[in-house]
């Protein structure tokens, strides 16, 4: 099971760390990612991770401000967000992917947990 924590309201130009741990198993084998979702908008790819943090991979929209990382050790993956803008408003799920590697897309994500709400004022 898969629990993303660390959302909240924030103002533009703020930052903020989002967790995802599991529980009942490991990931550490897998390739981890984060996606959001506006309101009234489809969810989208924000992050990606391969299985041990050497590769990561990032939407246009977010690269250069949000970071993903991984500790296997806590079973946790992380998206450090940073310059936080009104745009950037959404509610975060992180997703365990089918295999060890990357992917922007969803359907390679078969395990996903519940989101957290990032709120950004301007």
């Known amino acids: 099971q898969l629990q993303a924590s660390g959302g909240g309201l924030v103002q533009a130009g703020d930052s903020l760390r989002l967790s995802c741990t599991a529980s009942?198993?490991?990931?550490?084998?897998?390739?981890m990612g984060w996606f959001r979702q506006a309101p009234g908008k489809e969810r989208k790819f924000v992050a990606t991770i391969d299985w041990n943090g050497g590769i990561t991979d990032y939407a246009r929209s977010v690269t250069s401000r949000f970071t993903i990382s991984r500790d296997n050790a806590k079973n946790t993956v992380y998206l450090q967000m940073n310059s936080l803008k009104a745009e950037d408003t959404a509610v975060y799920y992180c997703?365990?992917?089918?295999?060890?590697?990357?992917?922007?897309?969803?359907?390679?994500?078969?395990?996903w947990g519940r989101g957290t709400l990032v709120t950004v004022s301007s």
């Open positions: 009942g198993r490991t990931f550490k084998n897998y390739g």
């Open positions: 997703a365990v992917a089918y295999g060890s590697g990357w992917s922007v897309r969803e359907r390679d994500y078969p395990h």
